[in-house]
């Protein structure tokens, strides 16, 4: 059955569990488009709405002494995020008061009368960090850095803080920070570093993901807190961990390691046989939570076929949170869902190229499917076998679709991941024209009817694909993507403007290399019909990107079409503008391809 297109942005989702102190209560986050904080029972009763935003919630932590929990929310995606605070009894309220900057939470005190969060308030190019004391209200500012920072965890004594540098995609800093004094001390690595959820465990040692001292993939290690060593704790072999949490007991460890973009959950005791958790979506698991008593885990899992939803690990086993129908709503058969195969293919230097194909479930035209190459943002990112409602438009408006995670790619090892890296990447537009050969050459296929479609560096992608590969595409479709790399650089946030540069290049050396890549120079170029969509509150490719392109096009009198957004950031969230994004999508592709 074909659906309307407005009926995918209705399909709903739960995320985000935290058990309450006594362990009887899961807080979660859940909703069709903004999701909002609830509680319910663990066994999915009582359920009870606890936030009424008009806007998407987008964290959740409770105190570690009591009941109080801490969220977060933005205005229209700007991404400068204040914290809401609600305390038993009483109604929520706010605990930051400047819209004009970032609050990134970090971690409750151990004793949960303060927290500790990163803000860009003092000066907009660099985070500081600050502790809040809640009885009172007053802020300290405990240390001013000259970069990206963010709080991990706290110390369980409270003395000190695991600080985070994020320097560039492939490069983060650990640091410990005294709250108290301010002093901080960066630990040692041989080299460029990546780490991820680096946190103190109960034994005062520090837990985390690195591939420190050149390993190839993200291992799980303990960190020594003078030399910033390496003890291998978890290291699957040829993929990367990447969520772990250890019981407040210190008995259990759940690991989760990414296969492919599969997840594989294990939890069982600390240095002993930990197997694979059966009875999950095949898909990808996230968010573990432990109950106090260490007895059973929370976590979030979906597929592609599978709404996020929540799950409970505990006596070996594990089982779904009794939920409503997250396709209620939307009108949609749970069997006119459509599954991924994971697909490779080799590029022009004999590189493997990873994706993520299907098929629609309508017949075959005569001539084959029209088919939609759809390219994720980052990109230091990587596309999963994960629920994407616009991907299960696309199918189910009879368009085959292949999401290939081209070189630059996250989950494939450290050499992949660096190999777009600034002079190297038209190589990754070589593993796209070759994506686009081996889909042209699947059984089924309409080789002359292939489209493109991708957000943010995806965005770049595209347009970089419809201006340097003008005979490959037949249809685009552009959301904020880059059109010049020297005008992204100059009005991004400037937060951000020193990080992305160090991935894609500095205008002051590589000026030359943005002249070749970035499209904004080659749309005389362009063939295929193009719909670019944007919202006037992204702080990472500001609107400016797609108005100038749209200009060019329209100077040219090329086939374009021009969805901006207001009270949009960086990305379609909002119910409305959803349903607006899918409608021109579906109509886009389907009168062009």
């Known amino acids: 059955m074909t659906y309307a297109p407005d009926a995918w942005t209705r399909i709903g989702a739960a995320t985000t569990p935290v058990f309450s102190k006594d362990g009887g209560t899961l807080y979660h986050l859940r909703g069709v488009g903004l999701p909002q904080v609830w509680a319910m029972d663990r066994d999915g009763g009582n359920a009870r709405q606890l936030s009424f935003h008009s806007e998407k919630v987008a964290f959740l932590r409770r105190s570690p002494a009591d009941e109080r929990l801490i969220w977060g929310i933005d205005a229209g995606g700007d991404e400068l995020q204040q914290f809401i605070l609600l305390e038993p009894g009483a109604a929520p309220r706010a605990i930051t008061a400047n819209p004009e900057a970032i609050h990134d939470f970090g971690a409750w005190s151990p004793d949960g009368s303060r927290v500790a969060f990163a803000t860009n308030d003092r000066d907009a190019r660099f985070h500081d960090i600050c502790v809040l004391h809640l009885a009172t209200g007053g802020r300290v500012r405990v240390y001013e850095g000259t970069g990206i920072l963010s709080v991990s965890n706290w110390k369980s004594d409270g003395s000190a803080l695991v600080m985070m540098e994020d320097f560039s995609s492939i490069d983060q800093r650990v640091w410990l920070l005294d709250p108290a004094t301010g002093a901080a001390r960066m630990l040692p690595r041989p080299s460029p570093t990546r780490y991820s959820g680096v946190r103190f465990v109960p034994d005062g040692a520090l837990m985390g993901i690195t591939d420190h001292g050149g390993a190839e993939f993200m291992r799980l290690c303990r960190i020594d807190t003078i030399s910033g060593d390496v003890t291998e704790v978890f290291a699957p072999a040829g993929c990367d961990v990447e969520g772990w949490a250890l019981s407040p007991d210190g008995k259990l460890l759940a690991t989760i390691e990414n296969d492919r973009g599969y997840a594989v959950l294990r939890v069982g005791p600390v240095g002993g046989a930990r197997d694979a958790v059966a009875g999950l979506p095949v898909g990808v698991v996230s968010e573990l939570a432990w109950a106090p008593d260490s007895a059973s885990l929370a976590f979030a899992a979906q597929g592609p076929t599978s709404p996020s939803a929540l799950y409970l690990w505990e006596g070996g086993a594990a089982r779904p949170v009794p939920l409503p129908d997250p396709l209620a709503a939307s009108g949609i058969a749970a069997a006119d869902l459509v599954g991924f195969n994971l697909v490779e293919w080799t590029s022009f230097d004999g590189t493997k190229i990873p994706g993520w194909y299907a098929l629609p479930k309508s017949p075959a035209p005569a001539?084959?499917?029209?088919?939609?190459?759809?390219?994720?943002?980052?990109?230091?990112?990587?596309?999963?076998?994960?629920?994407?409602?616009?991907?299960?438009?696309?199918?189910?408006?009879?368009?085959?679709?292949?999401?290939?995670?081209?070189?630059?790619?996250?989950?494939?090892?450290?050499?992949?991941?660096?190999?777009?890296?600034?002079?190297?990447?038209?190589?990754?537009?070589?593993?796209?024209?070759?994506?686009?050969?081996?889909?042209?050459?699947?059984?089924?296929?309409?080789?002359?009817?292939?489209?493109?479609?991708?957000?943010?560096?995806?965005?770049?992608?595209?347009?970089?694909?419809?201006?340097?590969?003008?005979?490959?595409?037949?249809?685009?479709?552009?959301?904020?993507?880059?059109?010049?790399?020297?005008?992204?650089?100059?009005?991004?946030?400037?937060?951000?403007?020193?990080?992305?540069?160090?991935?894609?290049?500095?205008?002051?050396?590589?000026?030359?290399?943005?002249?070749?890549?970035?499209?904004?120079?080659?749309?005389?170029?362009?063939v295929a019909p193009l719909l670019v969509l944007h919202g006037d509150r992204d702080p990472r490719v500001p609107m400016n990107e797609s108005d100038q392109f749209v200009e060019a096009m329209e100077a040219r009198q090329k086939k374009v079409r021009y969805e901006r957004f207001e009270y949009a950031g960086h990305g379609f969230i909002r119910p409305e503008h959803r349903t607006r994004v899918y409608h021109a999508v579906a109509d886009h592709f389907r009168e062009w391809l």
């Open 367 to 526: 001539a084959g499917y029209p088919s939609v190459v759809w390219v994720h943002g980052g990109p230091a990112s990587q596309t999963r076998a994960n629920f994407r409602a616009d991907m299960q438009l696309l199918l189910n408006q009879g368009f085959a679709v292949l999401m290939p995670n081209m070189r630059g790619s996250t989950g494939y090892g450290r050499t992949y991941l660096e190999a777009d890296e600034v002079e190297k990447r038209p190589d990754m537009m070589q593993d796209l024209a070759t994506g686009h050969a081996w889909l042209a050459a699947q059984p089924g296929i309409d080789p002359k009817r292939i489209g493109i479609m991708g957000q943010s560096y995806g965005g770049w992608v595209v347009l970089a694909a419809v201006t340097m590969q003008p005979d490959l595409w037949k249809a685009a479709v552009n959301y904020y993507g880059i059109a010049d790399f020297v005008t992204l650089l100059e009005k991004t946030g400037p937060w951000r403007r020193d990080h992305r540069a160090r991935e894609y290049g500095f205008p002051e050396t590589d000026g030359e290399l943005f002249s070749r890549i970035s499209p904004i120079h080659h749309v005389g170029n362009v």
